[in-house]
């Protein structure tokens, strides 16, 4: 579980120190390039350790020199902080996992300078481990209790690997891809889940929410308790849902369609290309939320898109359930999701930019 995040020299997050609490989720209010979206970043730097490296990770964002903050030389940093409660512990135990990126030459690939993580038992540091330069398989450890310390492979140091993966688990939905066909450029392919997909086993919807056919899918195949409250908080904003189904695409073997009865059209079935925008991102809000499956930590990056002001009230109570499961992380230009937020449990924060970078108050 994750209850502190440090960044500094990213994009506008000169420094800034963030504190998450259990069962609570974090809300990030602010307008447009405020840098509460950098947060996310952050996160998704983490995961890109245990994945396709911060390399690829920053070469996606245009190049370390384009996510650096202006004007800084020093290197970017990142810390996490993290809680691990093990059932029948007399004390939770806090680890300190943190990324030094930099750049080994100028417009050079950005890079792991220092890679470094630390336990503590809520009264003193157990242990450090600090993997060594250049060689990412090995590590140096010290312990401070007694001075001890020495060298060994990454393998003996659980711990670690531990904290890489669960900042690996994660899973932040920057936008979903649900444009109807007719708003479609002329280049543009066919794209589920506005036509047939391929039948996949998908627990997990995947971050563009293009896989939502098969995700919902394996809900309803799999999950019965999650598939009924599916259910129940789509027919809570939208009361003429009469069934959801899952019908084979025409001509097309292998591949499966989404459909469902309307009350309004007792006689007829609504096809994928007939649902609004906003039938469709609730939709992929819920198979995101209420996954059995899902990582353990979940972010949105402005969540209010393409929803009506009705949805705020449910979707906080829906947040905070989630939250309940694992880290939940929202960022929004909306007051009035922030409220509803907050009024159901969820710590708000304002992002302010300023001229030394942006803070988050609240």
């Not at 996160?43 to 396709?52: K, P, Q, R, T």
């Not at 370390?64 to 903050?69: C, F, G, K, P, S």
């Not at 394996?218 to 899952?246: I, K, Q």
């Not at 898109?305 to 992380?329: E, I, K, N, S």
Request: aromatic share 6%; charged share 20%; hydrophobic share 40%.
């Amino acid at each position: 579980m994750l209850t502190r995040l440090v960044v500094r020299r990213l994009r506008l997050l000169t420094d800034v120190t963030v504190d998450l609490e259990p069962g609570r989720p974090l809300v990030i209010l602010g307008p447009s390039s405020s840098g509460k979206s950098t947060l996310l970043e952050a996160l998704d730097l983490f995961a890109a350790v245990s994945g396709e490296g911060v390399d690829r990770a920053a070469e996606r964002r245009g190049g370390y020199e384009h996510i650096q903050t202006l004007g800084q030389t020093e290197s970017i940093e990142l810390v996490a902080t993290l809680r691990s409660d093990t059932p029948g512990a007399a004390a939770s135990t806090s680890f300190r996992y943190g990324l030094r990126v930099g750049q080994g030459r100028p417009r050079g690939p950005a890079e792991i300078e220092r890679e470094w993580f630390d336990t503590s038992d809520g009264t003193n540091t157990r242990s450090q481990v600090q993997v060594i330069a250049g060689d990412a398989s090995m590590v140096a450890f010290y312990n401070p209790r007694d001075g001890s310390g020495g060298g060994g492979a990454m393998g003996s140091h659980d711990a670690l690997l531990t904290a890489r993966r669960t900042l690996a688990d994660l899973r932040i939905y920057p936008a979903f891809v649900h444009t109807p066909a007719w708003w479609r450029d002329a280049r543009e392919g066919p794209m589920p889940p506005r036509e047939s997909a391929v039948v996949a086993e998908s627990p997990v919807l995947d971050r563009r929410g293009i896989d939502l056919i098969n995700t919902l899918h394996h809900l309803h195949s799999h999950a019965d308790h999650a598939w009924e409250a599916f259910l129940v908080n789509l027919r809570a904003v939208f009361p003429t849902v009469g069934r959801v189904e899952f019908p084979a695409a025409p001509n097309a073997a292998g591949r499966i369609t989404l459909a469902w009865r309307d009350e309004r059209f007792p006689a007829q079935r609504l096809l994928p290309s007939q649902l609004s925008e906003g039938v469709v991102r609730w939709m992929s809000i819920l198979a995101a939320l209420l996954s059995p499956w899902r990582p353990a930590m979940i972010a949105f990056d402005d969540l209010e898109q393409g929803l009506d002001t009705g949805t705020f009230m449910p979707l906080a109570h829906l947040l905070q359930g989630a939250a309940a499961r694992g880290d939940v992380v929202v960022t929004t230009r909306s007051k009035e999701l922030a409220l509803a937020c907050q009024h159901q449990g969820a710590r708000v924060l304002v992002a302010t930019p300023g001229p030394h970078g942006t803070r988050f108050e609240g």
